[in-house]
């Protein structure tokens, strides 16, 4: 699996899902820094965590129009498998690869910790190492991590089974009490219509190693890098 | 020219930093304030002075970066 992480000024978790990539392929990904206005034959896109621009504006906005997204959204639209992981997941919704938006969370506060989530669906080269159904603890660090889309996208997100993950309870219901943030419909993560694009609040790459805790975020790059190997 | 853009909230979308001002307002013991919704106000200089090209630019400006037409609305005057 060729896998390249972007880089733009502000990101944080970069090292990390590299490190975690690199655990599942034995190789590091490239590391390809904003400015770059051209992407190498990839498998694999990741917009990693962090806080981009400093959240000028809106979180993800400035990132969405840098040069490289061009190059990214070029490749998504061949089919190239796209991650973004928290404000990555902003910047998606930003540059239109996905549907919604990421406001600021409903108790205004910045949550940093483990939530639960129910894995709704393992259709996808992100969720196959996954049962649908499955709870599993990743952790959150946002402050805009509310999804928000009108009714009519969120029905035909569920219709098409493209929400991927949503904050629930340790049974796997998805009560308003597992909410962290406010999400519509405690949605965590969704996919794009040709499920090859993935955006989610929670970070997979700092629950990937035992030495961090728990290895509940290392069954998605060991199937994303089977599935693109 | 002067160009002067107001982002605010849609309707039917909530405002929790609204909230949190209405209450810090009722808290500071101002009564009588009903619904607060924040957004933002932006200030640009142009170039162009034919008013219509001009607030056809800021228009461009708004969809492609400065609101996000998923949640907020924006409104344009140009002053000069």
């Known amino acids: 699996m060729k896998a390249a992480v972007i880089v733009f000024p502000g990101s944080n978790c970069d090292r990390d899902v590299a490190v975690a990539l690199k655990r599942v392929t034995g190789h590091a990904p490239r590391m390809i820094w904003h400015r770059d206005t051209a992407l190498p034959a990839l498998d694999l896109i990741v917009v990693p965590g962090g806080f981009s621009y400093g959240d000028y504006l809106r979180s993800g906005a400035m990132a969405a129009h840098s040069p490289i997204m061009a190059a990214v959204t070029a490749q998504a639209a061949k089919g190239v498998r796209v991650l973004g992981i928290c404000n990555g997941f902003q910047i998606l919704t930003e540059a239109g690869l996905l549907p919604g938006v990421l406001m600021r969370n409903q108790g205004l506060s910045f949550i940093c910790r483990d939530v639960l989530l129910k894995v709704e669906t393992s259709a996808s080269d992100f969720t196959a190492g996954y049962n649908a159904g499955q709870v599993v603890r990743i952790p959150v660090a946002h402050g805009d991590g509310n999804y928000f889309a009108e009714p009519a996208v969120l029905d035909r997100l569920e219709d098409e089974d493209r929400v991927a993950f949503r904050y629930c309870d340790e049974g796997g219901a998805p009560l308003e009490a597992a909410n962290p943030n406010g999400s519509r419909r405690n949605i965590a993560g969704i996919l794009n219509e040709t499920r090859t694009v993935l955006g989610m609040m929670p970070h997979p790459e700092r629950l990937a190693d035992p030495l961090l805790g728990g290895t509940d975020g290392a069954p998605m790059f060991r199937a994303l890098a089977a599935a693109l190997s | ?80």
């Open chain 2, 1 to 80: 020219m002067k160009a002067k853009v107001h982002v605010t909230l849609k309707q039917g979308v909530l405002d929790p930093q609204g909230k949190a001002v209405q209450h810090a307002l009722a808290a500071l013991g101002f009564t009588g304030v009903g619904d607060v919704r924040q957004g933002k106000f932006i200030e640009l200089d142009i170039a162009e002075a034919d008013p219509a090209k001009a607030k056809a630019q800021v228009e461009e400006m708004c969809r492609k970066l400065l609101a996000n037409t998923v949640i907020e609305n924006y409104a344009i005057d140009l002053e000069g």
